[in-house]
Structures are given as C-alpha cells and as structure tokens.
C-alpha cells in the first residue's frame, strides 16, 4: 500500500477531517501475504480520498455529497486483526443525485493489497472498475476488509466474515449511501481475496440473511478468480513450483517451519466450499469468472495464481440448486492481477447484470 494512502487513512482516523490530494501517486505491488497479488505493480495510482469535517458525511443536508469519499470503519479494530476495514464510493454526478438517486450499487471487495485505488479519471485497476460502473449510473462502491497488504494474509478466510459483515454495515448506515442509492439492484463483486472472503461468509454463515445484504429488487454476485478450495489451491502452488505455496499452509496450520497442510484440519474445511449447499446462499443468481487458465509452469505462477475446477465445481453446485442460478465464464489468457479491470472483466460482470436489473 502507498504511503501516502497510509497517511490519509492515519489522518482520517486520528482527525474528524482528512483531504487527499489526486496529484499524491504511487506505485503498488501486490500482497506479500496473499498467493494472489491483485493488479499489476506497473499500474500507476491515484490516492483521491475526499472527507469533510464530520468524518465523511455531509455536513449539509441539501448539499450534495463528494463524487468520491473514503471511509474507515474503526469497528474492524481487533477483529481477525488489528487493522481498521475501509472502503470508498464513486458516483457521476451526471447519472445520480440526492433528487435523482442511483438505482444500482456495486460493492466490489479489493484483492490482497486492499488499495481501491484510483481517482476519477483513472484508466487501471479499482478506479478503472468503479468510473465505469459509475458512468453508468451505479454508486461504485471499492472495500478493503483490511487497508493494508500484511494482516490480509494472517488468518483463514472465513475468519474475516465479522469484517466483511462490518462493511456491509457500514455502507448500508451511511448518509451518502441512503442519499445516493435507492436501495433497488445490488451487486457484489471482487477480485482474489475479495472474492473469496465475502463469498466463505455467505456459504458458513447466515450474515447474509440480513437486510442490509439485500437490494429491494435485484440482488447478485459476480467475483473473479476466488480460491475456494485450500487443498486444491496448495497444490496448485507445488505442482508449478509457486513461490506463494509458502504462504498457504501457515494461514491454517500456524507455523512456517515444515509446515504441512492437514486437509481435515477446521480451518481448510471451513474455507473449502465447491460443495456447499445452494440452500446456504441467500443470493439466488451468481456469475463466477476464473482468469489464466491458459498459462502453463512459470507463466502459470505468474498470471494464473489460482485452479480453474474449484471456481467451476462452485458454479456448478451453485446452479443445481432448484432457486439458484451460476453462469461460469473465462478469461484464459486474463491474468489474475488484471483481468477483473480490463474491458472484458468490467462488462462480463456489468453487462450481466444490467440484464438482471433492467
């Protein structure tokens, strides 16, 4: 994570007003932490994270909100991690107001560095992603269960379910949010890390019952490149020699030295989830996209990152269920650290649920 996004987020959280300038650029690498980096380090960022005096919330009720805001939420403090969660939204003012509210809101969860980064006019990674979603009249909204590139890789991911249920709670209590979306269509998406967290709480938990998880009309899910299988993922990782493979097994079996992956062990279980019941996920209609799968040995640690059959199975066992729906789609010659931000990623998630909402 940049400095100077670090900063912000230390001033935002030690003072009731923070502004961050767009000329403050940095360059990003990916998660240390996570065997999936999440966008390429050659991606140039912008840290644009306005607020105001009241710690993001308008101040005047008849003033519209920022285009683009950050938020952090404090209550993440000490919850699989000491870290706040935070996330930020981006609307055009153009397609949405307070008069003219959105009717769609997408909530796309980072990668493992935990940016969203990106200012308004950016053309890379999570800025890309949320102008596009915006400039078609959504409030795009980017969230990191953790803000930075080390804790994310500390703990199972089904740990960080009070994380993500955190967020949740916390877009949904927001003035600017209540101002700028109606409420109807919801959309949840990620990439890596934030596809993979968010969806193990819906599978484990019953978060995702609630209300506030729920659009009034349309409500889906289109995540790429998650890992849904701990076993399947570790050998991956052995089987082309991936550096990450070191990074697996002490997520679970809490030790670095000779660790070795008990595929019965609780933790693996709980994060291993292509044969869940469709019955334990309150959202009907899914779309799951793996990336790289055309690359082979090296290439494969490089670009692919993750297996393709348990993102698949996942689908599959998503859509034999007699209410649900899941549309598995590819990009093989994507890369993981991209493929959610080119052209084809933004409109394979967009374009299907327009479908849905419209």
Same mark, same amino acid.
């Given at each position: 994570?940049?400095?100077?996004?670090?900063?912000?987020?230390?001033?935002?959280?030690?003072?009731?007003?923070?502004?961050?300038?767009?000329?403050?650029?940095?360059?990003?690498?990916?998660?240390?932490?996570?065997?999936?980096?999440?966008?390429?380090?050659?991606?140039?960022?912008?840290?644009?994270?306005?607020?105001?005096?009241?710690?993001?919330?308008?101040?005047?009720?008849?003033?519209?909100?920022?285009?683009?805001?950050?938020?952090?939420?404090?209550?993440?403090?000490?919850?699989?991690?000491?870290?706040?969660?935070?996330?930020?939204?981006?609307?055009?003012?153009?397609?949405?107001?307070?008069?003219?509210?959105?009717?769609?809101?997408?909530?796309?969860?980072?990668?493992?560095?935990?940016?969203?980064?990106?200012?308004?006019?950016?053309?890379?990674?999570?800025?890309?992603?949320?102008?596009?979603?915006?400039?078609?009249?959504?409030?795009?909204?980017?969230?990191?269960?953790?803000?930075?590139?080390?804790?994310? $890789?500390? &703990?199972?991911?089904?740990?960080?379910?009070?994380? /993500?249920?955190?967020? #949740?709670?916390? !877009?949904?209590? *927001?003035?600017?949010?209540?101002?700028?979306?109606?409420?109807?269509?919801?959309?949840?998406?990620?990439?890596?890390?934030?596809?993979?967290?968010?969806?193990?709480?819906?599978?484990?938990?019953?978060?995702?019952?609630?209300?506030?998880?729920?659009?009034?009309?349309?409500?889906?899910?289109?995540?790429?490149?998650?890992?849904?299988?701990?076993?399947?993922?570790?050998?991956?990782?052995?089987?082309?020699?991936?550096?990450?493979?070191?990074?697996?097994?002490?997520?679970?079996?809490?030790?670095?030295? $000779?660790? &070795?992956?008990?595929?019965?062990?609780?933790?693996? /279980?709980?994060?291993? #989830?292509?044969? !869940?019941?469709? *019955?334990?996920?309150?959202?009907?209609?899914?779309?799951?996209?793996?990336?790289?799968?055309?690359?082979?040995?090296?290439?494969?640690?490089?670009?692919?990152?993750?297996?393709?059959?348990?993102?698949?199975?996942?689908?599959?066992?998503?859509?034999?269920?007699?209410?649900?729906?899941?549309?598995?789609?590819?990009?093989?010659?994507?890369?993981?650290?991209?493929?959610?931000?080119?052209?084809?990623?933004?409109?394979?998630?967009?374009?299907?649920?327009?479908?849905?909402?419209?």
């Amino acid at each position: 994570m940049a400095l100077f996004y670090r900063i912000c987020l230390l001033a935002l959280a030690l003072s009731a007003a923070v502004t961050c300038s767009r000329d403050e650029r940095s360059r990003r690498g990916h998660a240390p932490n996570d065997p999936a980096g999440e966008n390429d380090a050659d991606n140039e960022r912008d840290d644009l994270l306005p607020d105001d005096d009241s710690g993001g919330e308008p101040t005047d009720a008849d003033a519209p909100p920022p285009e683009e805001q950050l938020f952090l939420v404090d209550e993440c403090k000490g919850d699989a991690g000491s870290e706040a969660c935070a996330w930020r939204y981006r609307y055009n003012k153009d397609k949405c107001s307070i008069d003219n509210p959105c009717s769609k809101l997408l909530l796309f969860f980072s990668g493992g560095e935990m940016s969203c980064d990106g200012d308004l006019d950016s053309t890379v990674g999570y800025g890309k992603v949320l102008k596009a979603y915006a400039d078609d009249g959504y409030l795009a909204i980017c969230a990191g269960i953790y803000i930075g590139d080390v804790e994310s $890789g500390a &703990v199972p991911y089904n740990d960080e379910a009070s994380r /993500v249920k955190k967020i #949740i709670s916390s !877009i949904r209590a *927001s003035s600017a949010v209540k101002s700028l979306w109606d409420g109807k269509h919801l959309l949840f998406s990620g990439i890596s890390h934030g596809s993979t967290a968010p969806v193990i709480a819906m599978a484990r938990g019953s978060d995702d019952d609630a209300d506030e998880w729920q659009g009034s009309g349309e409500t889906a899910a289109c995540f790429f490149d998650g890992a849904y299988d701990v076993v399947a993922t570790n050998n991956f990782a052995i089987n082309h020699s991936c550096a990450f493979v070191d990074r697996i097994c002490p997520r679970y079996m809490g030790t670095t030295t $000779g660790c &070795v992956l008990d595929p019965n062990h609780p933790e693996v /279980v709980a994060d291993s #989830i292509t044969g !869940i019941a469709p *019955s334990a996920l309150k959202i009907k209609n899914w779309k799951l996209v793996e990336c790289g799968s055309s690359y082979v040995g090296a290439l494969a640690c490089n670009f692919d990152f993750l297996p393709a059959p348990p993102i698949q199975a996942l689908c599959s066992a998503i859509d034999a269920g007699t209410d649900h729906t899941c549309a598995f789609d590819s990009q093989p010659t994507g890369t993981h650290l991209g493929c959610f931000s080119t052209d084809l990623g933004i409109d394979q998630c967009k374009a299907w649920f327009n479908g849905a909402a419209n």
